[in-house]
């Protein structure tokens, strides 16, 4: 169980109280690489976890009426729970996936903290393209190059596509972001 | 340090017809001498048009083109613009609006104010030479296939030794090892100590690049320099380790 997955689950928590079940449903929906995907008994050590820790509690259980057995419990976040939450939100993800993660978890009243991580990462993105210069591959075998001069520059520009695509991706996430940002009735009484 | 040239909440718009299109709303940018700046942006976002108005052949509706601390647009006496203008290459894919001229002397021919014919002549020599295009120097421009056309404008772009050389995507559709010839060409200009404003449909075309700007929605737009909170660069992008 990684400390992403109980981040997940407890931001999901916080948001709106549920079941194991339910988190299980809507976490599997997540569009993460598929071995990123925490699995069913991940997300519920997860719960115990959290649970044992005192961020998040019981609320109630429904009942089975045919069975007359305790079904689903359903829990929610703890005051505690809702600090440990925030405070995580606002620490600077490390990675892309950290990046996301915080993007799915985050309320609206986060968007700042958001707009200024995916900036920051999309800062990230275009110094590393603005460092590497990369030639074409053809050029560089044309030229009787070595091999190992040769796979350099071939995956210099795989790294350059990749990291000009993410760019992209970070740029419309960023301007998304900014417009519901400007969309947002300013709050009331926040500081 | 003042910036070489600096575009000031510059707007335009075109008619089509009756209907205003805006195609570009206060955009503001600063490029040092001797940089290379990138502007990266769909078809039709205005990147042409950001070209033109920063090559001063185009003025904005609205807002202010500085070029080496002087205004662009209305810089006086017709001289004084000359001389201002000749200080700015631009090169874009459309080629000489005359018929039948060699490449050389369509060169040679956008000097004969400054020049005689014959020093005009041998100056597009050079910057033929320079880009590596000597070769096709006697062709006319519709027998040039796409990258030689473009090598070709930024040796007309380049001829009278500008301190600015505007590039409007001049990699586009282009084949690998044409492109390649291209940036290289477009760096050593820059390194050589002249500004390079080039645009691009890609943005890894402007790999390299000192500064980047996107294009979208009328605007420029970058990062916040300075955003609140903190800098992080992610792992995975390769930032932790360039950035």
């Not at chain 2, 690049?209 to 929605?217: E, F, K, P, Q």
Request: glycine share 10%.
């Amino acid at each position: 169980m990684s400390e992403a997955t109980r981040y997940a689950v407890l931001g999901l928590v916080a948001r709106r109280p549920t079941h194991g079940y339910a988190l299980v449903e809507q976490i599997r929906r997540w569009p993460l690489d598929p071995a990123l995907v925490p699995t069913g008994s991940s997300i519920y050590k997860a719960l115990r976890w959290l649970s044992r820790e005192a961020l998040i509690e019981p609320l109630d259980a429904t009942l089975d009426r045919e069975t007359e057995r305790l079904g689903r419990m359903t829990y929610g976040a703890t005051a505690a729970g809702e600090a440990r939450f925030e405070a995580w939100l606002r620490r600077p993800p490390t990675t892309y996936e950290d990046l996301c993660l915080r993007v799915g978890a985050a309320r609206p009243e986060d968007l700042p903290t958001l707009i200024a991580f995916v900036a920051s990462a999309e800062r990230a993105c275009l110094a590393r393209l603005q460092g590497l210069r990369m030639p074409e591959v053809e050029s560089v075998m044309a030229r009787g190059a070595s091999w190992g001069v040769v796979a350099t520059v071939l995956l210099g520009r795989t790294e350059a596509a990749e990291v000009a695509g993410r760019s992209k991706v970070l740029r419309d996430l960023r301007r998304t972001l900014e417009a519901l940002q400007a969309h947002r009735p300013p709050a009331v009484g926040a500081p | 340090m003042t910036p070489l040239l600096t575009l000031e909440s510059v707007s335009l718009r075109y008619w089509r017809g009756r209907r205003p299109v805006q195609v570009l709303k206060e955009v503001s940018l600063d490029l040092e001498a001797g940089e290379f700046g990138g502007i990266w942006g769909d078809r039709s976002a205005g990147k042409t048009t950001i070209a033109k108005i920063a090559a001063g052949v185009l003025s904005p509706d609205e807002g202010r083109v500085t070029f080496d601390g002087q205004r662009l647009a209305d810089a006086g006496r017709q001289e004084q613009r000359g001389a201002l203008h000749a200080q700015i290459g631009l090169a874009t894919r459309r080629g000489p609006e005359m018929d039948g001229l060699s490449v050389e002397a369509w060169i040679a021919a956008t000097m004969l104010n400054s020049h005689s014919w014959r020093a005009a002549l041998r100056r597009a020599h050079i910057a033929l030479e320079r880009v590596g295009a000597a070769d096709v120097g006697a062709d006319s421009w519709e027998n040039l296939a796409d990258g030689e056309r473009m090598l070709v404008a930024i040796a007309q772009a380049i001829v009278r030794g500008p301190k600015l050389l505007i590039v409007d995507d001049p990699v586009a559709g282009l084949g690998a090892s044409r492109r390649a010839e291209i940036m290289d060409l477009l760096h050593a200009i820059r390194g050589a100590g002249v500004a390079v404003l080039m645009t691009a449909a890609e943005l890894v075309e402007l790999q390299g690049a000192d500064r980047i700007w996107s294009l979208a929605d009328m605007c420029l737009d970058g990062p916040p320099a300075r955003p609140i909170g903190t800098v992080v660069p992610l792992r995975g992008t390769g930032g932790a380790h360039h950035g």
